[in-house]
């Protein structure tokens, strides 16, 4: 059984005891992370394809440890010019090992549930917003529609209608300036 899994924004195929490396994760060494964005899962003959994650899967890693990894040379180099710059780094990384693999009835991680709680606070105000300003928005909305209707046209069609609206220099406007002298 393998699953393929998102992890520390990449994707990776993982089996029940692996290691795997991947960027640091914020958990303490020991902890144990459940990963639930699980895009494809295969048992046997059974392959589960997510559209695009498979509800109710997850994939449970224990973190062994955090390090770093190997040095990564940044060589840049223009021929003939004299131009070298040499540099490096060396990404941070954990180490997880794979513990198993839920296919169905894993639960929501919590970090997802403290968000959700935090939305409907922040629901309220959106509301009152709303409530105090749609006397305003009523007149702003009838001009937008207009010059939504003239920024549809194409530049012949508004020199025809500033023609018959006989507004002078037409000729050499831009698209912006023949709407915004046929809105007047």
């Known amino acids: 059984m393998y699953a393929i899994v998102e992890m520390a924004g990449q994707q990776f195929k993982v089996a ?12 303490e ?21 997510g559209a695009p994650v498979i509800e109710g899967a997850a994939v449970e890693a224990k973190v062994v440890k955090h390090l770093k990894g190997d040095k990564v040379i940044v060589f840049k180099k223009k021929r003939r010019k004299g131009y070298q710059k040499k540099n490096g780094h060396r990404q941070y ?9 839920v296919a169905k009835g894993a639960k929501k991680a919590a970090p997802a549930k403290a968000k959700a709680e935090a939305k409907p606070a922040a629901e ?53 300036e023949l709407i915004e002298a046929l809105s007047k």
Do not use: C
């Not at 749609?134 to 530049?155: G, I, M, N, Q, R």
């Open 16 to 27: 029940k005891d692996q290691k795997v490396y991947v960027h640091r994760l914020q958990e």
């Open 29 to 49: 060494e020991g902890k144990k992370v459940t990963f639930d964005n699980v895009l494809l899962l295969e048992d046997g003959d059974n392959v589960t394809i």
């Open 93 to 101: 990384l954990t180490e997880i090992v794979v513990e198993g693999i």
């Open 124 to 176: 309220p105000k959106k509301a009152e917003k709303k409530a105090t300003t749609p006397k305003k928005e009523a007149p702003k909305k009838a001009a937008p529609k207009a010059a939504e209707d003239l920024s549809s046209k194409t530049v012949a069609e508004l020199k025809e209608m500033a023609k018959a609206k006989e507004i002078t220099g037409y000729s050499s406007m831009k698209k912006a």
